[in-house]
Nanobody, 114 residues
Framework: VQLVESGGGLVQPGGSLRLSCAASGFTFSSYYMTWVRQAPGKQREIVAAISIGGQTNYPDSVKGRFTISRDYAKNTVYLQMNSLKPEDTAVYYC?????????WGQGTQVTVFS
């Protein structure tokens, strides 16, 4: 099983980034996909989730700025992040879950600086 994130980097406030998470080794279409972030000294925070059927959910902190999507043909989940703020700085992880099965990616760093 592999979840490989990419697309992180440095960006100025107000900028955009698109994260990708390529999945392999499991039935991607059967798993609930989530993006989770963790900033230094803070707890992990779910920033976006998408169900098997494509329903999405976001916390208020990113609603209207972040968009999660999934491509079943490419076994990939995306996180489009717009209007980035310094408080969005964190390591972003991709997570796949189905019942008791949970898989994590290695994370990708997003740094928003002015």
């Amino acid at each position: 099983v592999q979840l490989v994130e990419s697309g992180g980097g440095l960006v100025q406030p107000g900028g955009s980034l698109r994260l990708s998470c390529a999945a392999s080794g499991f039935t991607f279409s059967s798993y609930y996909m989530t993006w989770v972030r963790q900033a230094p000294g803070k707890q992990r925070e779910i920033v976006a989730a998408i169900s098997i059927g494509g329903q999405t959910n976001y916390p208020d902190s990113v609603k209207g700025r972040f968009t999660i999507s999934r491509d079943y043909a490419k076994n990939t989940v995306y996180l489009q992040m717009n209007s980035l703020k310094p408080e969005d700085t964190a390591v972003y992880y991709c997570r796949a879950s189905r019942g008791g099965d949970v898989y994590w990616g290695q994370g990708t760093q997003v740094t928003v600086f002015s």
